[in-house]
């Protein structure tokens, strides 16, 4: 396996000629779309991979300069797609990812067909006009717990981002992922995603 694919984990499963490409979102990896992917493994090929940092990526990949901005990890999607040497893929973004995912295909729009979006979001900061994220006192205040206390915060905010109060384990699991997760690592993956998710202007 080349270097790309072992950086990134990446795996390959499913029996079509179509592509279609799953990318998790902050604090996961790729086995968040494991009972996903079962649906589309009998007509689809199917690629998922964790972010550098992530999962059972390659830590030693990681350099703070390459991912202090998305386009460090749209630069990863590109990676892998030339790897695979696959086009015209399908590419489903989750959260953060989708704005990978749209700034991989502005870059090179070759390798896909198509992007679909779960929970995207362009900008997570409040400033007028644009208004549909959190103001910067309250990231301030969330960076702070997520500097003085990591694992604290992965079991407070776990259950609020996942919801479904009445499923405890879906909250558990993601609390999980947020704790195997390099805590430096994802401080700083925490910063580009919550202070820099904006992809065509550097101002929301």
Request: with cysteine; hydrophobic share 40%; glycine share 8%.
């Amino acid at each position: 396996m080349s270097e790309v694919l072992l950086r990134n984990n990446v795996q390959i499963t499913g029996a079509g000629e179509q592509t279609i490409m799953f990318a998790h979102g902050f604090g996961c990896d790729q086995n968040v779309w494991r009972y996903l992917i079962k649906e589309f493994e009998s007509s689809y090929r199917l690629v998922v991979f964790d972010f550098v940092g992530s999962g059972q990526s390659d830590l030693t990949a990681y350099n703070s300069i390459r991912y202090g901005s998305l386009d460090g990890y749209a630069l990863d999607v590109i990676e892998i797609l030339e790897e695979l040497n696959f086009r015209d893929v399908i590419f489903i973004g989750h959260s953060v990812a989708a704005m990978i995912g749209v700034k991989a295909a502005i870059k090179h729009p070759e390798y896909f067909r198509s992007l679909v979006f779960v929970g995207p979001s362009p900008c997570y900061i409040n400033d007028a006009p644009y208004f549909g994220g959190m103001e910067r006192e309250q990231l301030q205040s969330l960076f702070e717990v997520m500097d003085n206390n990591y694992l604290g915060w992965s079991s407070t905010i776990a259950p609020l981002i996942m919801g479904n109060p009445e499923r405890p384990e879906l909250a558990e699991e993601l609390t999980g992922n947020f704790c195997a997760t390099d805590p430096d690592i994802a401080r700083e993956f925490a910063r580009v995603t919550f202070y820099l998710t904006t992809v065509l202007t550097s101002k929301c």
